[in-house]
């Protein structure tokens, strides 16, 4: 009996649902501007949709919004998308608001045709963005960028900005320019920075290769599995430390570098301008040591270590390895 009743509960739930479902095609289109000047801030809540901002001469901002999907909904209310605008002291507030009528005890699917923003903006403006799953574009861009996103690539070019933070779960991350401070947290995706001059760069990833071009400042590197690649860099101050990856790194311009590598399992590569001035130990516990420099004072070596100074040793590089091998040479 008690099964019985069960049953005719459960049939009822579902037909009232039923009776409450349905499909809808939403096509939602926002246009809104917003005078700024200088020291404002874009505060950018963008859920799924994907983003791509761009400077002007104007100092306006000027948000487009296009959204069009189709959903389908097994109870509770009409499924719809909505996007709220906000003006607050010195700040810009746009946030994207998916299906504000959810179903209660309800299914919902979506299928997704188009979903961004376009937003024009003078390039002064610091950036603050949040995301779900969407990718994000930002050229041009002279103010503060900060960025965090669940699922999604970040694509930022033409920078000038003193500080970009971006931190993301799943997606590539890409930076043409910068000054001034950079970080990238990245839990799964590849980094590639180029043309980059920071005071200070960090960079903590667990799943994915490394790779930083033609740029300059302090760099620091964590990441659990995947390659290091440096490549024309200028680092008075160099700290990588992998689990699982090699390490390759070129150096220009760096006299008397202080460079600290350690690797779980990975070989590392050095080449290092002729002429650069620095004390050296290299300990590996598996791996072979071959450091192919000219300019020797002192040099001592032994079966997994090697100890010495080139050109006055004003400088330092220490690497650690555990299983991989350790080659240094001179830039040709």
Known sequence: MKNLVAVVAALALLLALAAGSGARE?????????????????YLDFGDGDVDIQPWDENTVKVSVFYHADIKTLGGGPPDFDV???????????????????????????????????????????LDLTGDDGDVTVQGWAGRIECALDDGDVSLSELAAPSVRIRLEDGDVRIGGSAGELLVVCEDGDIVIVGADATTCRIEVDDGDVTIKESSGTLEIAAEDGRVTLRDVTAPRLDIKTDDGSVDVSLVETESPEIEIETSDGGVMIDLERGT????????????????????????????????EIHGGRGRIRIRTDDGDVFLREAK
């Open 26 to 42: 939403v096509k939602r289109d926002f246009e809104r501007s917003f005078e700024v000047q200088d020291g404002f801030c874009l």
């Open 277 to 308: 001035s620095a004390a050296i130990s290299i300990r590996v516990a598996d791996g072979n040591i071959d450091a192919d420099l000219s300019g020797w004072d002192t040099l001592e070596k032994g079966e997994d270590w090697l100890s010495g």
């Open 84 to 126: 709220e605008f906000r003006e607050g002291d010195d700040a810009i507030y746009i946030i994207g608001v998916e299906n504000p009528t959810s179903p209660f005890l309800g299914l919902r699917t979506e299928r997704v045709y188009n979903y961004t923003y376009t937003i024009k903006a003078p390039r002064y403006l610091d």
